[in-house]
Structure formats: structure tokens, C-alpha cells
């Protein structure tokens, strides 16, 4: 029995160090964004897989379908991490696990209190979506300190930070790729983003809640595409919109008032801003992919059916369904033995451009 369990083991593990966090699914991993996270030579600079998890003597106890999982969502109302923590919970629980999901309001201390309640109760492993990435570090001192394997989601720490415990790791996207596909799906228009042709493409800037690296690189990266492509670009605001659709609202109505037919492009950092962008545009009479192009990030079902409407230009999907697998994934990875060497810790799911194009693929 011992013998078999060793094989099966060692034949998961295996398959796990090839694929990264098991692998399997639709989903890829990628080398990680060398602004966060430098590889190391263990890491060859490529995949992102577990890096020694060879079984010793001292055999780890099996992943326990029906061990107990604490969740840490940041804060429950938020249109993507709804989606998100939803699938999180159903291949949890499809799985045999027990599983406790809690809301961290948006409030670090209150989630750090989350984490040490999970802790005392013993839980077998985490997975915790960081209110603050600035409170990565503290977050997983305490985690090491109790010994608790531990995935991170939707916020990525730094690679010095999760280098600390090798019982961690990170599942999300690379944001900058967002960020580039986003520009792409505007330089994919008939003119470029340059609407009235005075050579430069003139945007605003919705933006996420900035201490989030989401946030930081889709704004950089989907105008380093523009430019990247030759293309001139004007600024003409960047307003926080913290991920929420009424701010995206009343920051484009703001934004239409004073720039007016100025702004060509509605740069939103997700689609939930962009889909209160999009009413500010219609009460103002524009009309988008016309006289004004809008894109999002995340494919949540709103924005989907705006684009197959043609009231968005495009929006990304990010994609809950597959980084929740890939999630658990690396969870069960990390119960049976998996460790991480420093710089290859960042494990991601692509996106993917969604226009009217492909948007049924992305629907229902
Ligand atoms: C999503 C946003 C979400 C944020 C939460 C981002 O990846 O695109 O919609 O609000 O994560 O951290």
C-alpha cells in the first residue's frame, strides 16, 4: 500500500514539476515579468514549475480530499473576484475539500486576523488573494512561521518577497500582457486610435486601485503599445476609478465634460470601470467605435455582451475559471511535497483578446 501510494506520488509529482502546479488544463504558465519577479538559474528562465519535490523517506501526508482550505478574498464586492472566488469554491468543494471563504472588506488587518483564525483552526492550506500587495511580506512571514503551504492570488507580491517561504506560490496573470492587448485591440481599428486624424491618439485614463500591479501595468503597457507602434499619444487625464463601476461612470462623465470630442480612446483598467464608462458615453450621445473607442480588461458578462453589441471595442479576458484550477492546482502540489526555488513562484494563466470577432467564444 505504501508502495503504491510512493508511486502514485512520485508519478503526480512528476507531472507536476513538467507542467508547472500539475499543469493539465487550458490554461499555460509563463516565465515571470522580469519587473517583478527575476528568475533565478534554477528557474532557466522559463517555465514556472515547482523546483525539488523529489519523495524522500519521510513520505508527505497524501493532498486530502476532505482536508479543510481557508480562502482570503480581499473583498467580496468586486464584480471579478465574485467570479473568481465562485469557481475557487466549486472545484474545491467538486473535489471533497472543506472550505471556508471570507470577505476581508478591503481591510489588511482585518484580513491578517483571517489568516490567524484560519491558522489556530489548523487548515491545511491557504489561498489568499492580499488586500494590499505592500502587505505581502507580513502575510507570508506569518504563514512560514505556522507552516501553512500557501498560494497567492490576484495580487502579485515581488519574487524577493515569496523567495522567503518555498511552501508559496503566486497563480495570476502577467498584467503587462493585458495591458499590450489592450493597446493592440485599439491599434486594430481602422484608424489606429487617431479618430479625427490629427496624428495622435488623445486618451483618458481610468485606472485601478494603483497600489495593485494590475493596475500599474495595464496602464503603462497598453500605451507602450500604442507608442511602441509609432503611434503619438496624448494623455489628457488619469483618474482612479479602484476597480469600481460607479467611479468609472462619474470619472468618464467628468472626463467627457471637460475634454469633450477631444478624448478618442477610454482607457479602462477593468471592465467593471468600463461598463459605468460606457453609460457616461451614451448620456453624453457618443457613439463607440465611431466617434470614441473604449476598452476593458476581464471578459466579465456585462462587458461581453456591450462588445457583441458594439458598445465596447474590446475588452481581455482574465481568466477566473482557469487561474481558480490552476489555483487549486498548485495547492494540491504544495500538500503533496511540492517546494518552489526563490524567482520561480509566479505561476500564470494567459489572456486573451476578446473582440466581436471571437466574443461568442467567450460567452454563455
Ligand atoms: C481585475 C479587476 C479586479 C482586481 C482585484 C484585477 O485583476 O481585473 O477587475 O478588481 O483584479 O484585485
Not at 39 to 49: D, K, L, N, P, T
Not at 207 to 230: C, F, H, M, W
Amino acid at each position: 500500500m505504501k508502495k503504491l501510494f510512493a508511486f502514485v506520488l512520485s508519478t503526480a509529482m512528476l507531472f507536476s514539476l513538467l507542467t508547472g502546479c500539475g499543469g493539465g488544463g487550458a490554461s499555460s504558465s509563463q516565465p515571470a515579468p522580469s519587473s517583478s519577479a527575476p528568475q533565478s538559474e534554477a528557474s532557466g528562465g522559463s517555465e514556472a514549475a515547482p523546483a525539488s519535490s523529489a519523495p524522500e523517506e519521510s513520505t508527505p501526508e497524501a493532498a486530502p480530499a476532505g482536508g479543510t482550505i481557508g480562502v482570503c478574498i480581499y473583498k467580496f464586492d468586486d464584480a471579478f473576484m465574485t467570479t473568481y472566488r465562485n469557481a475557487l469554491q466549486k472545484i474545491l468543494e467538486d473535489k471533497g475539500y472543506t472550505v471556508t471563504v471570507v470577505d476581508g472588506n478591503n481591510d489588511q488587518a482585518k484580513q491578517n486576523e483571517q489568516i490567524n483564525t484560519f491558522i489556530t483552526q489548523g487548515v491545511d492550506a491557504l489561498i489568499i488573494n492580499p488586500v494590499m500587495t505592500s502587505a505581502a511580506a507580513t502575510i507570508i512571514d506569518t504563514v512560514k512561521t505556522a507552516d501553512i503551504p500557501t498560494v497567492l492570488i490576484n495580487r502579485e507580491p515581488t519574487a524577493d518577497e515569496m523567495a522567503a517561504y518555498d511552501k508559496l506560490v503566486y497563480v495570476g496573470c502577467d498584467a503587462a500582457q493585458s495591458g499590450t492587448f489592450q493597446g493592440e485591440l485599439i491599434l486594430e481599428t481602422a484608424n489606429k486610435g487617431d479618430i479625427n486624424g490629427d496624428g495622435k491618439v488623445s486618451y483618458i485614463m481610468i485606472q485601478g486601485d494603483p497600489e495593485n500591479i494590475d493596475a500599474k501595468l495595464r496602464t503603462e503597457y497598453s500605451v507602450k503599445a500604442l507608442t511602441d507602434a509609432g503611434m503619438e499619444v496624448e494623455q489628457l487625464n488619469l483618474t482612479r476609478g479602484d476597480w469600481d463601476r460607479e467611479k468609472g461612470q462619474t470619472i468618464c462623465a467628468n472626463d467627457l465634460a471637460q475634454f469633450g470630442d477631444q478624448i478618442e480612446v477610454v482607457f479602462c483598467n477593468n471592465d467593471d470601470m468600463a461598463v459605468g464608462a460606457l453609460q457616461s458615453i451614451q448620456s453624453a450621445g457618443r457613439k463607440v467605435n465611431e466617434d470614441i473607442y473604449l476598452v476593458g480588461v476581464d471578459a466579465l458578462d456585462a462587458a461581453l455582451n456591450e462588445v457583441k453589441a458594439g458598445n465596447m471595442t474590446g475588452t481581455v479576458l482574465n481568466d477566473a475559471n482557469g487561474q481558480a484550477a490552476k489555483a487549486v492546482e498548485c495547492m494540491e502540489g504544495l500538500l503533496a511535497g511540492d517546494t518552489y526555488a526563490a524567482g520561480s513562484q509566479s505561476v500564470y494563466v494567459d489572456y486573451v483578446k476578446v473582440t466581436p470577432a471571437n466574443v461568442a467564444d467567450f460567452m454563455g
